[in-house]
């Protein structure tokens, strides 16, 4: 049926199948998506080195109906890209979904998620860090009091060693404890 | 004063100046990257002196394990313990290749195959460019200088690896409804999805149930009768009844044409079927033996299914400990969520779930004595009442069932009268339920919910007991009918009843309010998805399945086509005409309950088939089981045919159906659950116990780390009267008793004076 352009050669797929949770056609369907985010940037044949060089803007990536509506989409890019300006290539786009996807273990979403939150990069989410979450969840609607008092309950509820920044073995002590976490911190594509 | 040779890679980016900046120390490698990490701290570095003590606790041993925690996943962190200090030591140098080092110069590593390497990359928070290299690295070196038998093991690993990916992929172009599952989440978010992915679920599992009826029953039956013709049509092998046709009523009352088809029981044959050469297809046998087999086969799945279920969301959540503030932040976002207005709906829910708990926090007030009796006593007197409506309900069927077999009533209405009866009270009593737990005042929604699906629950089992019970009691006793055909047609029209009736209700509850919401009521608000009362109607559904396939062994087919064509009507009707919760739905912990419910329906009706087939006399002149006193006779024939042949097998069932040998089970199962409970409540104790010391551990290391500081600070400034410090001026201080930590001070004191820090 006409002439078939292989996107990836087979030592690529097989590269991304051992190093994601995603099979093949899953992969090249990620792929068709990243795609149609910006057909023109974005070539069919990606034998080469392009899916780490090209990259999309992380404002290209936002628009995608996955992440639009999600109120810590900029943090998500910023986490998953390799220089942390938010601008995906191909591999930091497909870790991403894969990240997401059901097949991972809780281990590995965990140790993102606790990446995601932390806003200033300091492996530690102090009140700052969870000040912001808490803002982004409720889009600025409680008082500062009430912000404040929430933020004193989480470090209450999981600051074991009451430093005032929950670590990330604290982080992942009460996550681990939570069972909705694996429902809700998954994505589909 | 110069810093301490810092082996760990990092350095200041610039030279600081005093004041209330905070000290950063940048990864020089990659700059911010998520394999790096970057540290700020914030300590208020007002001076050299807290430099010091801050890079100090950047090399204590515990952030060390943390940043390659993240980085490389558990299972290599007993590389790191040996290599931590080459880890750090190479700056400007890509990590993959300290990763990839690690893992090869691990003497473990020639052990490891393939599998476990890909777990572990997979595993890895780094990037997949990163991934990819620290594989091709890993592979290469591999390769060199393994053994025959190592080789041989690589190649078995590999190809069952291609074997497993292949299995997935044919999974994934299977996948039932996958479009139709995301867009439901992306409006709806998890919980209702949740009821979406149930209802796969029992469609998956009735497969197989369909597939073994159909191999071993159905289909050796319609081979016997086209190829033998006997009997030769559907025509009944009795004097006095005529040719039925099939006219339309039949699809909703079970009866007439399709009374005498491999629908139900009776048209069984008893015969020993033989089509090919001399190999005997006993009917008898394959009809019992498919019915065991595919319970052990539920009973397996659900087993498992809810093993799994309970372990990941009960034990590992662990049910005791409430975190209600970090599953609210850390866990309140549903990552699925696409449409605007679920996420608009999503936030709101949020915003009003903190405040409300913040308010109740806040003015939280003691109930008075005699306000908690009053509520007791509503409570008691609630639970009476439903008591008392559950057992009116269950006498109401009986009466009903008895009453129909004597009077005479007109042909429809006495073969519909049951179904309806039963559908009706399943309906209207759940909502005089609702109204009654509306005077209990539940303080929290949750417990409302579970007593509502108890009850609910508890209702629909008792109806269908009573039901079983008069067929098998009545019923069996009436010897002009063929009584197993008769249940088969009562569960069918069971079955279509109810299947009519959620359609109408999906009609007429969600079209029609949508409708009337719309362009009539402006007030009326458009309802949403109640998924507890549609997941209950899905259990009950698939018990009616499971009772029914001994009678009515195309039941299963019958469910399957239900089960499709309900999904699609739900999920237009969901994306039409429902809107988005506002309350949070906890898909985890229903979903290992709903499990619970459908498990323990399953049992009950396992029970009461199994009462059936030994209990109760099979009819004289259909089915499989004809003239005999049980049908569990033809296995007791069975077995006692082997004796001859088989003495040590007879024997063994023999011992193994005796008493004796059952309650030694029984009683072997039973000290086994009670020792893991009591290791259970053990492990339970011992985490509150560590966690104890762990938070004054925590506290133990602040004080001395604010000793520390305050020990350089004063070392800074005595430096000028050139005074020896020694260990005991510092000894004598008051703060330096803590619990624990009295021989750490020395040491640092010690330590201190003696460098000269």
């Known amino acids: 049926m006409g002439n078939k352009v292989t996107t990836f050669t087979e030592d690529q797929l097989e590269a991304y199948q051992d190093c994601t949770f995603f099979t093949r056609k899953e992969i090249l369907r990620v792929f068709k998506r990243y795609q149609e985010l910006s057909p023109d940037l974005i070539p069919f044949n990606m034998t080469g080195d392009e899916s780490r060089k090209i990259k999309l803007p992380s404002d290209v990536i936002e628009q995608m109906a996955e992440l639009s509506e999600n109120p810590f989409k900029s943090r998500i890019c910023q986490v998953f890209s390799e220089d942390g300006n938010g601008s995906l290539s191909f591999d930091d786009f497909l870790d991403m979904f894969s990240v997401f996807c059901e097949a991972a273990p809780r281990d590995i979403k965990t140790a993102y998620s606790f990446r995601i939150y932390d806003f200033d990069g300091d492996s530690y989410l102090n009140k700052e860090d969870l000040e912001k979450t808490l803002k982004n969840l409720t889009r600025d609607e409680l008082t500062t009091d009430e912000v404040n008092f929430v933020v004193d309950k989480v470090l209450e509820e999981a600051d074991l060693d009451d430093d005032g920044m929950l670590s990330y073995i604290e982080f992942e002590h009460v996550i681990s404890r939570a069972p909705d976490f694996l429902n809700t911190f998954h994505i589909r594509i | 004063m110069d810093p301490p040779c810092d082996n760990d890679g990092y350095a200041p980016a610039s030279p600081r100046t005093e004041g209330d900046e905070e000290y950063e120390m940048v990864d020089r490698n990659n700059g911010p990257t998520s394999s790096g990490l970057r540290r700020r701290k914030t300590w208020s570095a007002q001076n050299e002196t807290d430099r010091e003590t801050a890079r100090l606790l950047e090399s204590l041993p515990s952030r060390q394990l943390e940043s390659l925690a993240t980085t490389l996943g558990k299972d290599t962190i007993h590389f790191k313990h040996r290599r931590m200090k080459s880890f750090h030591g190479g700056s400007g140098v890509d990590p993959s290749n300290e990763i990839a080092d690690a893992m090869t110069n691990d003497p473990q590593f020639a052990e490891k195959t393939e599998d ?172 019992l033996f498919t019915c065991g087999g ?46 605007v207005e679920a996420a608009r709906l999503k936030h709101k829910s949020l915003f009003l779930e903190l405040s409300e708990y913040l308010a109740g926090f806040k003015g939280k007030k003691e109930k008075t004595l005699s306000a908690k009796c009053q509520l007791f006593m509503i409570r008691l007197c609630t639970n009476i009442a439903v008591l008392g409506l559950i057992g009116a309900s269950g006498y109401l069927i009986y009466y009903l069932s008895s009453i129909i077999r004597r009077i005479e009533i007109p042909y429809l209405i006495d073969v519909l009268a049951i179904p309806l009866c039963i559908t009706g009270v399943h309906l209207i009593l759940p909502i005089l339920f609702h109204l009654l737990e509306r005077l209990e005042c539940y303080v929290k929604p949750k417990t409302e919910l579970y007593i509502h699906m108890i009850r609910t629950m508890t209702l629909k089992g008792v109806t269908l007991i009573v039901l079983v019970n008069f067929w098998f009691t009545e019923l069996s006793k009436d010897s002009t009918l063929c009584w197993e ?261 020395r040491q640092v004191a010690e330590a201190s004076s003696r460098t000269g820090l």
């Open chain 2, 116 to 287: 476990e390497i890909e777990e572990m990359l997979k595993g890895m928070t780094t990037t997949l460019s990163s991934k990819r290299v620290i594989m091709h690295k890993v592979s290469s070196r591999r390769k060199r200088g393994v053994g025959r038998f190592t080789r041989f093991k690589y190649n078995v690993a590999m190809n069952w690896q291609h074997f497993k990916y292949s299995v997935a992929e044919v999974m994934y172009s299977l996948e039932l409804w996958k479009s139709h599952l995301k867009l439901i989440e992306g409006h709806f978010g998890t919980g209702v999805t949740s009821y979406f992915l149930f209802l796969k679920w029992l469609f998956l599992i009735n497969i197989p149930v369909f597939l073994l009826t159909l191999g071993f029953v159905v289909l050796p039956q319609v081979l016997y009768r086209w190829l033998k013709q006997d009997p030769p049509g559907y025509i009944e092998p009795s004097e006095n009844s005529t040719y039925v046709s099939f006219t339309g009523i039949e699809l909703l009352t079970g009866q007439g044409w399709f009374e005498n088809t491999e629908l139900y029981y009776g048209f069984y044959t008893n015969r020993t079927i033989n089509l090919i050469g001399n190999h005997n297809y006993e009917m008898k046998y394959a009809y």
């Open chain 2, 294 to 339: 595919y319970y052990l086969l539920c009973l397996i799945i659900l087993a498992t299914s809810i093993l799994q279920s309970y372990r990941k969301y009960y034990i590992e959540g662990s049910g005791d400990i409430n975190f209600y503030y970090i599953s609210k932040v850390f866990n309140g976002w549903d990552y699925g969520i696409t449409s």
């Open chain 2, 485 to 745: 055909t008769y249940v088969g047609e009562e569960i069918y029209r069971l079955v279509i009843v109810d299947f009519i009736f959620t359609l109408l209700v999906t009609f007429l509850f969600e079209f029609m309010r949508r409708i009337v919401a719309n362009y009539c009521i402006k007030s009326l608000s458009v309802a949403e998805f109640n998924i507890g009362r549609n997941t209950m109607d899905l259990i009950y559904s698939q018990t009616l399945c499971w009772l029914g396939t001994f009678y009515c062994p195309l039941l299963s087919c019958i469910v399957l086509i239900k089960l499709v064509i309900i999904f699609y009507v739900k999920r237009v009707s969901v994306i039409q005409n429902c809107q988005p919760s506002m309350r949070p739905w906890r898909a985890a912990r229903s979903h290992t309950i709903f499990l619970g419910f459908l498990f323990s329906f399953f049992l009950l009706t396992t029970v009461a088939v199994a009462c059936g087939i030994i209990f109760v006399e099979p009819s004289d002149n259909c089915g499989p089981y004809k003239g005999q006193n049980q049908t569990y006779q033809v296995v007791t024939e069975l077995i006692d045919s082997w004796k001859d042949d088989y003495t040590w097998l007879t024997y063994t069932i023999e011992f193994i159906s005796s008493p004796g040998f059952i309650a030694a089970v029984v009683i072997i199962l039973g000290m086994g659950t009670y020792y893991l409970r009591l290791v259970m409540i053990g492990h339970k104790q011992m985490v509150t116990l560590l966690e104890q010391q762990l938070t004054l551990e925590g506290k133990d290391k602040n004080f001395l780390l604010k000793l520390l500081q305050d020990v350089n600070k004063k070392n800074k400034d005595k430096k000028k009267t050139s005074r020896p410090l020694t260990a005991t001026s510092y000894l004598s201080d008051d703060t330096v008793t803590s619990p624990g930590g009295r021989t750490f001070i």
